[in-house]
C-alpha cells in the first residue's frame, strides 16, 4: 500500500515539506517518517526556492568553491551557485566561478571521483549538498571523500535535518526535527517498529521509494 502523503504546517518561503507516517527502511536506518523532496529535486521552481531559502543563510559567511551535489541534488545545487554568485547581496562568493560536482560511486558504494574532476576539490572549499541529513552516514562519506582528495569542507546544507552538526560541522537546513518533533531514526537492530511487528510501508533511499 503507498504510503499516505501530507504538508506539515509549517513554510520556509516557498519551501514545503511533505512527508508520509510509517515504517521505513533506508540503506542505514529504520525511520518512523518518510521526507520525500521529489518536487525540490526535479522541478526548478522547486529547486530555486529550496536555493534561494539557503542563499540567505549561506551567502554573508560562507566561501564555497565547489558544491558537491548528494542525494539527487543537482538543480538544487545549480540554482544555489547562481544564488552565492550573483550581485546585488552582501556575499561573500559574488562574482566568482563555483563548480558543481554530482556524487560518483564506486561498485562497492564508495564516493570516487575521475582525475579530471580532481582540481574542484584540491584546496577548494567545499559545500555538501544534500536532500536530508538523519544519522548523518551519507554526510560522513561526503567529508572522507572531498578531504581524501584534498579538499576542505566549508560547511553542509540540506532541506532538512535531524541533526544540528556532523563531525563539529554545522548543518545548515530550512527544517529540523523542531518542525518534525516526532521523527525518529533507528538502527535496524534497535527499530522498536519491528520489535512491535509492525511491517515496513517501504524501502526508501535517495530516488524515492519502494512500496511493500
Known sequence: MEPKFFDIPVCVGDV?????????????????????????????????????????????????????CMDGTRVIGTCLARQLTQGGYVSVNAGKEIYLLRENMSADGKLIFRDNARFMLE???????????????????????????????????????????????????????????EYASYTPQECPLCRQNQELDAIVDKFGYSAL
Open 123 to 181: 584546496g577548494k572549499a567545499v559545500l555538501l549538498l544534500l536532500a536530508s541529513v538523519t544519522t548523518g552516514s551519507t554526510v560522513e562519506k561526503g567529508i572522507r571523500c572531498v578531504q581524501y582528495y584534498g579538499g576542505n569542507v566549508a560547511g553542509i546544507a540540506s532541506i532538512y535535518s535531524h541533526l544540528k552538526e556532523v563531525k563539529g560541522i554545522p548543518v545548515v537546513s530550512l527544517f529540523s526535527t523542531d518542525d518534525l518533533p
Open 16 to 68: 514545503t515539506l511533505r512527508v508520509a507516517r510509517g515504517h521505513f527502511a533506508t540503506r542505514h536506518s529504520h525511520t518512523n517518517y518518510f521526507i520525500d523532496v521529489t518536487r525540490q529535486q526535479s522541478s526548478l521552481q522547486g529547486a530555486e526556492a529550496v536555493a534561494q531559502q539557503l542563499g540567505q543563510r549561506l551567502r554573508a559567511s560562507m566561501m564555497v568553491d565547489t558544491i558537491l
